[in-house]
């Protein structure tokens, strides 16, 4: 999560945190199904790789969400990213 004094960007990671505890499912399976390597899922988990079209496909295959709703939850990610970071550099 990345804050300022008005703005919190929650990225996806967050909720398919959520998601895995509900299903007693880890990370490390999740990124098999997905077919990422540790160090990518790692770095999808952290916010800091994009959470693409194919990966938000996956995601609806393995916990049944669609994928809409995993680009979207990016997308509102990203779009708050670029308010904080805009922000900060006022």
């Known amino acids: 999560m990345i804050c300022n004094e008005r703005l919190i960007a929650i990225p996806p990671s967050a909720t398919i945190l959520e998601q895995l505890k509900d299903r ?4 490390k399976q999740l990124g098999s199904f997905l077919e990422l390597s540790d160090e990518k899922m790692s ?3 952290k916010g800091e790789l994009e959470l693409t079209q194919d990966v938000a496909d996956q995601l609806e295959d393995a916990l049944g969400i669609p994928s809409l709703f995993w680009l979207n939850l990016e997308g509102m990610y990203r779009n708050k990213l670029k308010k904080i970071s805009k922000a900060s550099t006022v």
């Open 24 to 27: 007693n499912m880890t990370q």
């Open 43 to 45: 770095l999808l988990m």
